[in-house]
């Protein structure tokens, strides 16, 4: 049984930062696989933020996050981080963990690329 549990979420006001951390445990190893962050809004599908490679290096950001958020991982712990800076309101949705990529070649994209999910945390950016 794997287990995905997000938390960090809340309310800042815009130009703030907030870290999300994303911890997996279960029967399957987090270790060196692709893992990625995930945002929805109420009434659209959920998009792609920010994902890495199980090799640690490779990552993806959506363009209207380059230069503020950065994706990291520690291997050992399980984790997956998100520091979130420079918060619009834009950024504002329910952020989601995915863990174990199923697609074929590394993107960021789709949701159905990934096999496990968390419940979701709310970041709220007020203007």
């Known amino acids: 049984q794997v287990q995905v549990v997000e938390s960090g979420g809340g309310l800042v006001q815009a130009g703030g930062s907030l870290n999300l951390s994303c911890t997996v445990s279960?029967?399957?190893?987090?270790?060196?696989?692709?893992m990625g962050w995930f945002r929805q809004i109420p009434g659209r599908e959920r998009r792609g933020v920010s994902c890495?490679?199980?090799?640690?290096?490779?990552?993806i950001y959506a363009d209207s996050v380059k230069g503020r958020f950065r994706i990291s991982r520690d291997m050992i712990k399980n984790t997956l981080y998100l520091q979130m800076s420079s918060l619009k309101p834009e950024d504002t949705g329910m952020y989601y963990c995915?863990?174990?990529?199923?697609?074929?070649?590394?993107?960021?994209?789709?949701?159905?690329?990934?096999?496990?999910w968390g419940q979701g945390t709310q970041v709220t950016v007020s203007s």
């Open positions: 995915a863990f174990l990529y199923i697609g074929n070649r590394f993107r960021c994209e789709s949701s159905s690329d990934y096999k496990y």
């Open positions: 279960g029967s399957t190893s987090a270790a060196h696989k692709t």
């Open positions: 890495m490679h199980g090799d640690g290096v490779r990552t």
